[in-house]
C-alpha cells in the first residue's frame, strides 16, 4: 500500500508536507482506517529514501492534527476520523460563532467589530435626548412589526442615493444584518430547499441556512465576482429559494462586483424565475470613492431583496438593519419578524431616524472613511514585509484576504497564530462543510497601530513555523 508514497524533491512543497497529504488520502480513501499501524519512522524514511526527520514531523503533525495517535513502545496508529473532524470543527464553530475567548495580549486579526472610539456617542446622546424630550414614553413602547414609520420613511428617502426606489410599506427594520438574514431563512425557506451562495461567503449566512435545512450549493466566486456561467449551468437543474451574494467588499475576500456581473446576475434571476437576497453591509466604505450601485437600483421587477447593515459603520451594539422586499414577500416577512421579536427596540429606531434626518450619518460616515482608508493603507504596507503570503489590496471595506504558500493547510496555520496568541479567521470557516484550504481572512477593524505591528509580527513568525524556517519549529496543535 504504501508503494504509492512518491515525494518529489524538485516540488517547492516541504517533504514532510507531501508525506502527510498523501498519508491523508488514504486515510480518506479508507485505504487505511481506524486502528492501523504505520510503518516505523526509520523503516519508511528508508523506502521512501528521506531523512528520519522528514518522517517523524509527518508523523508530529498528523498526530497533532488528529489524524494519529501514538502508542509508546508500540508505534503510530490510524485515529477515529470521526472524533478528529469534530474537534476541529467544534474548534472552529467557537471562533465562527464568537465565542472563543479573546485572551489579555491577544491580537485580533479576525473581528470586523469597529472599535469603540470611532461609534459617535456625543452626537448620539444628544440625539437620545431629543427623542427623550419630543416622545417621553412613547419612545419606549412597542413599535409595529414593521417598523416605526418616520424611520422607513427616513430609510425610504436614504436609499435614494443608492439609486432604489422603494415605498416605506416596502421597507422592513429589524435587529441587525444577522436577523435579516435569519428571518428571510424562516420566511422563504423550507427543509431541503435549495439556497446558491458564493464560494466562500459569510459564515452566519451558512448557519443561518443550515438552521432551516436547506441544501447549500456553493458557486465559485471570481474576482468580478460570482462565476455567471457555473451559475447558469446550476439554475438549469436547480431552482434555489433564492441566491445569497455581497457585491460590495465581499465577505471574507473582499472582492467588488463589477456593473457588468450585477446586471448579469439579475437577468439570470429573471430568467429562472428567481430571488437575489443582496446583502449590503460594507459598499459605503469604498476608498476609491468610486461609488458603489447596488444590483437592488438595477431592479425593475421585484427580483432583489436588499439588505442593508449599520453595524460595521455605525455602533454595531445598536443592532439595526433593514430589508427592503418585493411586495409580495412581506407578509411571510412580518410574521417572522413578529414571532423573533415582535419589533426592533423603539428607541433606537426613533434616534435613528433623526440621525439620519439631521445629515449625520454622512458626517460620521466620512469621519470613519478617512480612519479606515488609513489603517488599510497601513496594513498593507507591513504585509508586504511578509514574503510568504500573496494578496491584493481591495479598494474598501475592512478585510484582506490573504493566500499562504502553496499547500499549506489555513486550518494548522489558526492553530499556530492561536497558540502565539494571535487570532486570525482560516478560509475553512467560510464553506459549508469547512473544507480547508490556503486562505485566511485578516481584519484591522477594531486594532491600534501599535496593535496592527505586533500582530503582523507575529504573523510573520507564525508563517516560518508553518513552512519551518523558524528556528524553535514547534507542531502545529488543535
Known amino acids: 500500500m504504501f508503494k504509492q508514497l512518491n515525494l518529489d524533491k524538485e516540488s517547492s512543497q516541504p517533504l514532510y508536507m507531501q508525506l502527510v497529504d498523501q498519508i491523508i488520502r488514504l486515510i480518506e480513501e479508507s485505504k487505511i482506517q481506524k486502528g492501523f499501524k504505520l510503518p516505523p519512522v526509520r523503516k519508511l524514511a528508508e523506502f521512501l529514501d528521506v531523512n528520519t526527520a522528514t518522517v517523524a514531523s509527518a508523523y508530529r503533525f498528523l498526530e497533532s492534527n488528529g489524524y494519529v495517535y501514538t502508542r509508546v513502545g508500540s508505534g503510530t496508529y490510524v485515529a477515529d476520523q470521526s472524533k478528529k ?79 432604489i426606489k422603494t415605498s416605506p410599506d416596502d421597507i422592513q427594520v429589524i435587529s441587525g444584518g444577522q436577523q435579516g438574514i435569519d428571518i428571510l431563512s424562516k420566511a422563504m425557506l423550507r427543509y431541503g430547499d435549495c439556497v446558491f451562495v458564493e464560494s466562500p461567503t459569510y459564515n452566519g449566512a451558512i448557519a443561518a441556512f ?182 491584493e489590496k481591495p479598494r474598501g471595506g475592512l478585510y484582506l484576504w490573504l493566500q499562504l504558500p502553496e499547500g499549506y493547510s489555513s486550518v494548522v496555520f489558526y492553530s499556530i497564530c492561536l497558540r502565539n496568541n494571535l487570532l486570525i479567521a482560516p478560509g475553512s470557516l467560510f464553506y459549508p462543510d469547512y473544507n480547508d484550504d490556503t486562505h485566511f481572512r485578516l481584519s484591522f477593524a477594531s486594532l491600534s497601530r501599535e496593535e496592527i505591528n505586533r500582530g503582523i509580527d507575529m504573523l510573520g513568525e507564525s508563517i516560518k513555523e508553518l513552512t519551518g524556517e523558524s528556528e524553535n519549529k514547534i507542531m502545529p496543535l488543535i
Open 85 to 163: 473532524s469534530r474537534e476541529i470543527i467544534d474548534k472552529l464553530k467557537l471562533l465562527d460563532q464568537g465565542q472563543l475567548v479573546v485572551t489579555p495580549g491577544m491580537i485580533n486579526f479576525a473581528s470586523a467589530t469597529p472599535a469603540p472610539d470611532l461609534f459617535p456617542v456625543e452626537d448620539f446622546k444628544n440625539i437620545i435626548n431629543e427623542v427623550l424630550d419630543r416622545d417621553g414614553g412613547l419612545a419606549f413602547s412597542y413599535q409595529e412589526s414593521k417598523g416605526f414609520r418616520p424611520l422607513r420613511e427616513s430609510i425610504s428617502d436614504f436609499l435614494k442615493l443608492y439609486g
Open 210 to 391: 443550515k438552521s432551516r435545512g436547506a441544501n447549500i450549493i456553493g458557486i465559485p466566486l471570481r474576482r468580478d465576482g460570482i462565476d455567471l456561467d457555473v451559475l447558469q449551468d446550476r439554475l438549469r437543474s436547480k431552482r434555489p429559494a433564492f441566491i445569497y451574494v455581497m457585491p460590495g467588499f465581499q465577505n471574507p475576500t473582499g472582492y467588488c462586483y463589477s456593473e457588468e456581473n450585477k446586471i448579469k446576475l439579475l437577468e439570470l434571476a429573471k430568467k429562472y424565475d428567481t430571488y437575489i437576497l443582496e446583502d449590503d453591509y460594507l459598499n459605503d466604505l469604498d476608498y476609491s470613492d468610486q461609488g458603489i450601485r447596488p444590483i437592488k437600483s438595477y431592479d425593475d421587477g421585484g427580483y432583489v431583496i436588499y439588505l442593508k447593515s449599520f453595524s460595521k459603520i455605525f455602533m454595531p451594539g445598536l443592532r439595526l438593519a433593514f430589508l427592503s422586499l418585493p411586495q409580495k414577500l412581506s407578509g411571510e416577512v412580518i410574521a417572522a419578524k413578529h414571532i423573533t421579536d415582535i419589533s426592533t427596540a423603539g428607541l433606537t429606531q426613533r434616534a435613528f431616524d433623526l440621525f439620519l434626518r439631521k445629515g449625520l450619518w454622512k458626517k460620521n460616515l466620512e469621519y470613519i472613511k478617512k480612519i479606515y482608508r488609513s489603517q488599510m493603507m497601513y496594513v498593507c504596507e507591513k504585509l508586504k514585509l511578509i514574503k510568504e503570503i500573496q494578496f
